[in-house]
C-alpha cells in the first residue's frame, strides 16, 4: 500500500501565483486533514474533511480551499501565494478519526 | 488553537539513558496521541491513549495520562541513536480534529 501519498515534494512559486497540493490516500480512511508545519510553531490545522463532500476549516484556514469530491483525495489549493505561506505542508488521514493518523511525506513550499 | 504544550523544549540524553517528555493541554480530551518527527520526514503515530486510561505501554514506550492535571508524559526507555526525533503530542479539540503542539527535540548520543 502507498498510504498517503503528496506531490510535488517541493515547489516554489511567486506571489499571487495559486496552485494545488495534492493528497491521496489508498486506505479508505473517511477522515483527512492539512497540516503546516512552521519552526517553532509546531503543526497547525488548516482544513479537514470527515468523509466525502464534508469538510470544515481548521486553526488557520485563510488563504487556503479544499475540497473533497472523493474518499481517496484531499486536494489543497492556495488561491494567491503569499510569503506567509511558505512552509512545509502534511497531509493526514485517519480511518474514523479515533485511531492515529497516517502522514504524508510533505510538500516543502516556498513562495517568493 | 493549539492545545498541547510539549515540555521540554529540548532534550538531549546518552544512548541507554531514559528519555521522559512532558505534554499539557487546556480543555476536555477525548484522546491524545503521541507522534515520532525524525529530520526532514512525516510524522509516525507512536500511541494512542484515551481519557479513560491512565497508562498504556508499547515496546520502549510508556505513555500516562492525567486528566485532573490535563498532561501526559512519553518515557522512552533505553534510548538509542535511531531515537533522536522531534516528539510531538496530539489531542482532539472537537470532532476527533487533532491539535499538535510545538513538539520536543530529542538528541541521543551514542
Known amino acids: 500500500n502507498a498510504g498517503v501519498t503528496q506531490t510535488p515534494k517541493f515547489q516554489v512559486l511567486k506571489t499571487g501565483q495559486s496552485m494545488t497540493l495534492q493528497c491521496a490516500q489508498d486506505?479508505?480512511?473517511?477522515?483527512m486533514s492539512w497540516y503546516r508545519q512552521d519552526p517553532g510553531m509546531g503543526l497547525r490545522l488548516i482544513h479537514y474533511?470527515?468523509?466525502?463532500?464534508?469538510?470544515d476549516q481548521g486553526e488557520v484556514p485563510n488563504g487556503y480551499n479544499v475540497s473533497r469530491s472523493t474518499t481517496e483525495d484531499f486536494p489543497l489549493r492556495l488561491l494567491s501565494a503569499a510569503p506567509s505561506q511558505t512552509s512545509v505542508y502534511f497531509c493526514?488521514?485517519?480511518?474514523?478519526?479515533?485511531?492515529?493518523?497516517?502522514f504524508g511525506s510533505g510538500t516543502r513550499l516556498t513562495v517568493v | 488553537s493549539q492545545q498541547g504544550e510539549e515540555d521540554p523544549q529540548a532534550l538531549s540524553i546518552q544512548e541507554g539513558e531514559n528519555a521522559t517528555m512532558n505534554c499539557s493541554y487546556k480543555?476536555?480530551?477525548?484522546?491524545l496521541q503521541w507522534y515520532r518527527q525524525n529530520s526532514g520526514r512525516g510524522l509516525v503515530h507512536l500511541i494512542l491513549?484515551?481519557?479513560?486510561?491512565r497508562e498504556k505501554h508499547s515496546g520502549r514506550l510508556r505513555v500516562t495520562l492525567d486528566t485532573s492535571k490535563k498532561s501526559s508524559s512519553l518515557l522512552i526507555t533505553a534510548s538509542r541513536a535511531a531515537d533522536t526525533a522531534s516528539y510531538f503530542c496530539?489531542?482532539?479539540?472537537?470532532?476527533?480534529?487533532?491539535?499538535f503542539g510545538t513538539g520536543t527535540s530529542l538528541t541521543v548520543i551514542p
Open positions: 496530539a489531542t482532539d479539540e472537537s470532532g476527533n480534529q487533532f491539535y
Open positions: 493526514a488521514s485517519s480511518p474514523d478519526g479515533t485511531v492515529g493518523y497516517t
Open positions: 474533511s470527515v468523509g466525502a463532500g464534508i469538510t
Open positions: 486506505m479508505n480512511h473517511e477522515y
Open positions: 491513549i484515551r481519557s479513560n486510561e
Open positions: 480543555t476536555s480530551i477525548n484522546n
